[in-house]
């Protein structure tokens, strides 16, 4: 069976600090991950995707993961944090036949000035 | 690419109106769109699977027949929400995954409709 576990449901942060949202996943098999952000009262855009290539993904917008299969994680990180960044984050790992997707239970990401 | 358009983004009605929700995948063919609803604060909760010519696969504790769900083109799935009362007010989302294509494509979700039922 696989889950999902965003191990943080509030993150704080100040403006230009380091961002860091864990995940970590369960899987019977090789799992594809990916990261989503959601802005209030919008849907969800994909940061980036792992999916059996390299273990360092890079995203959009100054975003990276990277899944380490011996801790069964997937953590989202950004160097520096900006003031648009503050929003919803979801881990999603997709299911066998990739029409299952399993989320997170969300990271909300606050950025202070 | 991969754009997926969601409409209308908000809706407000009486009790007992049925409300159609539009998706579409505006560059792509999209065998499989799924349907899922957020309550505030909360993940995404899939209702159902919505497969181009053929019935929709509804999780367990959907009511099918309250959630109505077609998948007419390759670029088109509606969810109608029957007789709407107060408690289907919620956040629904959609999204759609790009034809012939398994295992490690992701979703491409809409910007989701905002239901609130007087």
């Known amino acids: 069976a696989q889950s999902v576990t965003q191990l943080d449901s509030h993150v704080s942060v100040s403006e230009g600090t380091p961002v860091l949202l864990r995940c970590n996943y369960s899987s019977s098999y090789s799992p594809s991950l990916f990261w989503y952000v959601q802005h209030p009262n919008k849907g969800l855009q994909l940061l980036l995707k792992?999916?059996?290539?390299?273990?360092l993904v890079k995203g959009i917008n100054g975003f990276e993961a990277e899944f380490k299969k011996s801790e069964t994680s997937f953590h989202l990180t950004k160097p520096s944090a900006h003031m648009s960044d503050a929003a919803e984050y979801f881990c999603?790992?997709?299911?066998?036949?990739?029409?299952?997707?399993?989320f997170g239970t969300g990271t909300s990401l606050t950025v202070i000035p | 690419g991969a754009v997926v358009s969601q409409h209308p983004s908000r809706v407000i009605c009486k009790s007992g109106t049925s409300v159609k929700i539009e998706c579409r995948s505006l560059d792509f063919q999209a065998t499989t769109m799924f349907w899922y609803r957020q309550f505030p604060k909360q993940s995404l909760m899939l209702m159902a699977t919505s497969n181009e010519g053929s019935k929709a696969t509804y999780e367990q504790g959907v009511e099918k027949d309250k959630f109505l769900i077609n998948h007419a083109s390759l670029t088109l799935s509606t969810l109608t929400v029957t007789s709407a009362h107060p408690e289907d007010s919620s956040f629904y989302i959609c999204?759609?995954?790009?034809?012939?294509?398994?295992?490690?494509?992701?979703?491409?979700f809409g910007d989701g409709t905002r239901l609130s039922i007087l």
């Open positions: 999204s759609a995954r790009r034809q012939g294509v398994w295992g490690n494509q992701p979703q491409h």
């Open positions: 999603v790992v997709s299911g066998e036949t990739g029409n299952q997707f399993y």
């Open positions: 792992y999916t059996s290539a390299a273990t």
